[in-house]
């Protein structure tokens, strides 16, 4: 085979490639390309045995009672969001088994604040009340069952942050219904938006309505309400 000067520089290329996806201490392993975010993080360290408590709830839940929860890290960004803007009530809509409920309630009890969440499923709305129980977050968080479409129409006062995690294609009802309430400088969070399952009509809205900031993060869109 004859080594003409593409070849050389074809091999090259592969053999720098290589080099920065595989040196096991190499420049590439600390800074190189694939390192996401959250490779950077680590486990949550519980600051006393409430929440230590509460870990092991989320962690017990996670291993018997999976249904479609979020994971692990956008659990501690609603924690972080609702705790640091200082929330008073957070709304959620799609409460499953409780995973996205107790890191909201956990950063809501150190503001005297309360989540109200949505549940259809009368048996997931049942373990979720328990493991509300289970974590002592029963007296912060109150679970509405039935359907949220419905059920939301019912709620006054204002929110400081909501968060989306029902029926994808309800997003844009939800919010229509519930952006009203939301305080000025308060956020909407929706998970599951990506290219596969967000809906259209809901991206419009986030995107091009002058009052809303949204940027979108692993799967997650933060919208703030400006004025
Ligand atoms: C992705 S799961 C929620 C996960 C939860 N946020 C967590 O991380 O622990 C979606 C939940 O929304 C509920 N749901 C779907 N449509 C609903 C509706 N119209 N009203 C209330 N809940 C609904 C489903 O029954 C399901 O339990």
Same mark, same amino acid.
């Not at 952006?179 to 305080?183: D, F, I, K, V």
């Not at 599951?192 to 967000?198: D, E, H, L, S, Y």
């Not at 009509?201 to 799967?219: K, S, W």
């Given at each position: 085979?004859?080594?003409?000067?593409?070849?050389?520089?074809?091999?090259?290329?592969?053999?720098?490639?290589a080099?920065?996806?595989?040196?096991?201490?190499?420049?590439?392993?600390?800074?190189?390309?694939?390192?996401?975010?959250?490779?950077?993080?680590?486990?949550?360290?519980?600051?006393?045995?409430?929440?230590?408590n509460?870990?092991?709830?989320?962690?017990?839940?996670?291993?018997?009672?999976?249904?479609?929860?979020?994971?692990?890290?956008?659990?501690?960004?609603?924690?972080?969001?609702?705790?640091?803007?200082?929330?008073?009530?957070?709304?959620?809509?799609?409460?499953?088994?409780?995973?996205?409920?107790?890191?909201?309630?956990?950063?809501?009890?150190?503001? =005297?604040?309360?989540? @109200?969440?949505? /549940?259809? &499923? !009368?048996?997931?709305?049942? $373990?979720?009340?328990?493991?509300?129980?289970?974590?002592?977050? =029963?007296?912060?968080? @109150?679970?509405? /069952?039935? &359907? !949220?479409?419905?059920?939301? $129409?019912?709620?006054?006062?204002?929110?400081?942050?909501?968060?989306?995690?029902?029926?994808?294609d309800?997003?844009?009802d939800?919010?229509?219904?519930l952006?009203?309430?939301?305080?000025p400088?308060g956020?909407?969070?929706?998970h599951?938006?990506?290219?596969?399952?967000?809906d259209?009509?809901?991206?419009?809205?986030?995107?091009?309505?002058?009052?809303?900031?949204?940027?979108?993060?692993?799967?997650?869109?933060i919208?703030?309400?400006?004025?």
């Open positions: 085979m004859q080594l003409t000067a593409e070849r050389i520089t074809m091999i090259a290329v592969i053999i720098t490639a080099w920065f996806t595989s040196a096991p201490f190499g420049w590439a392993q600390r800074r190189g390309p694939g390192q996401g975010d959250a490779q950077l993080e680590k486990p949550p360290v519980p600051v006393d045995d409430f929440e230590k509460a870990l092991k709830v989320l962690a017990d839940i996670n291993s018997n009672q999976q249904f479609r929860n979020v994971p692990e890290n956008d659990g501690r960004l609603l924690r972080i969001m609702v705790q640091s803007m200082g929330a008073k009530h957070a709304v959620e809509l799609g409460t499953s088994t409780g995973i996205s409920g107790i890191w909201l309630g956990l950063g809501l009890r150190e503001n =005297d604040g309360k989540l @109200t969440t949505y /549940e259809i &499923d !009368a048996e997931r709305a049942q $373990t979720a009340r328990e493991n509300f129980e289970r974590a002592g977050l =029963d007296d912060v968080i @109150t679970i509405v /069952e039935g &359907d !949220a479409h419905q059920e939301v $129409t019912k709620l006054d006062g204002q929110i400081d942050l909501i968060f989306l995690d029902a029926d994808k309800g997003y844009i939800y919010l229509n219904k952006l009203p309430l939301l305080r400088g956020v909407v969070l929706a599951n938006i990506n290219p596969r399952m967000a259209p009509a809901f991206m419009r809205r986030i995107t091009e309505d002058p009052n809303l900031e949204t940027v979108v993060r692993g799967g997650m869109s919208s703030l309400k400006k004025k």
